[in-house]
């Protein structure tokens, strides 16, 4: 089965600082993985996906992820946070069901703060 | 529009009510889907439709019943809820199935609160 890990439940990086979420992923074949923001009672925002092609790829509001096969990781980057980059971040993968249909799996979710 | 609008946005029902969520795309997408977050955790899949068809029903309780009226609309029909159903409920919509390829649009979700 499918799925990905967020090792920590909360990240702390003061403003200015580079920052880094974490998010390792287990599939069976080629994964499509994803970054979603989530500011607090709304819904979940997409910021960047990986499909194919490079190994870094860039999404919204300055955010990046960088896609390793080896380590089975796709972290969440971005070189200069910003306090309103404060919120929580969820890593999913594509998990295919028998009826042909796709569905996220989540990972659990890690609350980034950003000090000022 | 490239939004997914969901009413209302907060709803706070007793357990012997009915009420309904309702979810609205117009970005011509023809896969909905439903969520359910609890605090502090990721969203779990409900239901999707695609093209107007029940696809995936993640063996719901039937006290949630799902409904899709026309491919822009979705709606989540609640009846004899459990404290425990308070959530943030939450509609999402791709442009097709395979949903991945595009990424999901959200909603801001409904914060239900059973009492």
């Known amino acids: 089965a499918q799925s990905v890990a967020q090792p920590e439940d909360q990240v702390n990086v003061a403003e200015g600082n580079p920052l880094t979420v974490k998010c390792t992923y287990s599939?069976?074949?080629?994964?499509?993985l994803f970054w979603y923001v989530q500011y607090p009672n709304r819904g979940l925002q997409f910021l960047l996906k990986?499909?194919?092609?490079?190994?870094l790829v860039k999404g919204s509001y300055g955010f990046e992820a960088e896609f390793n096969k080896s380590q089975t990781s796709f972290h969440l980057k971005k070189p200069s946070a910003l306090v309103s980059d404060s919120a929580l971040y969820f890593c999913a993968v594509r998990d295919m069901r028998t009826s042909g249909t796709y569905k996220y799996i989540f990972g659990t979710g890690t609350r980034l703060k950003v000090l000022a | 529009d490239t939004e997914v609008t969901q009413t209302p946005k907060h709803l706070v029902m007793g357990m012997t009510n009915k009420k309904s969520l309702k979810c609205e795309q117009h970005m011509g997408h023809r896969a909905m889907y439903w969520y359910k977050q609890k605090a502090k955790k990721p969203p779990e899949l409900m239901f999707v439709y695609s093209y107007e068809k029940l696809s995936i029903n993640e063996s719901v309780p039937s006290r949630f019943s799902p409904e899709c009226p026309n491919s822009s609309l979705l709606n989540l029909h609640l009846h004899a809820l459990q404290p425990e159903d308070s959530a943030l409920y939450l509609c999402a919509s791709s442009q097709d199935r395979q949903g991945a390829g595009y990424g999901y649009t959200f909603g801001s979700g409904t914060r239900l609160t059973v009492v």
């Open positions: 599939v069976s074949g080629n994964p499509y």
């Open positions: 990986y499909i194919t092609g490079d190994n």
